[in-house]
């Protein structure tokens, strides 16, 4: 091998090895036939059917609105959340069920659309909301108070809907969901 052409060839395997923060949160490659995608984070990964509930928060003015809810109780939808989705129609998110209240943090991996995050502790109030959180970045959101829920909604959705820090939330069909550590 002729010295050039082993530099070349360093380059390239450097260059392969070394990936922009960008380049890594990219999908993973198809699956092939009969291959199940096990990456939680990957585009193509298919968990199961995730539970259903219902949201109901109460405004500044005492109306309630309603949000149909996916819910992630466990490790794994927990992490996947709503990596990848394309759209969030108003009315709809996703619930991140905690064993107990902790200050709970959140970021934007592989999230393509802007959300609001309501935290919510196990007194059913919401302790902080962060606003159209910014898609596919890694920065941590917290509102720094424990909470054990985490309402994921379209971004601009809870300003729209006047809530606040402090209001009230009930939930309808969370009675019988067992929550993984």
């Known amino acids: 091998m002729s010295r050039g052409w082993r530099r070349g060839l360093w380059a390239v395997l450097l260059l392969t090895a070394w990936q922009a923060p960008e380049a890594r949160d990219t999908p993973s490659p198809p699956a092939g036939r009969g291959r199940k995608v096990t990456d939680v984070e990957a585009k193509d990964y298919v968990g199961p059917t995730l539970p259903r509930a219902r949201v109901l928060l109460e405004d500044a003015s005492g109306g309630v609105h309603r949000v149909d809810v996916e819910v992630a109780a466990t490790p794994e939808a927990r992490t996947r959340g709503l990596m ?20 709970q943090s959140f970021w934007m991996r592989n999230t393509l659309i802007p959300l609001d995050m309501l935290f919510i502790d196990s007194a059913g109030k919401i302790v902080g909301i962060i606003e159209s959180a910014q898609p596919r970045t890694l920065t941590s959101r917290s509102v720094g108070l424990p909470g054990r829920y985490v309402l994921e909604v379209p971004g601009g959705w809870s300003r ?17 969901l067992q929550v993984v550590p």
């Open 84 to 103: 990848w989705r394309q759209e969030l129609p108003a009315g709809q998110g996703m619930l991140f069920v905690f064993p107990e209240d902790e200050v």
């Open 160 to 176: 729209a809907q006047g809530l606040a820090r402090g209001g009230t939330v009930r939930f309808q069909g969370l009675e019988s």
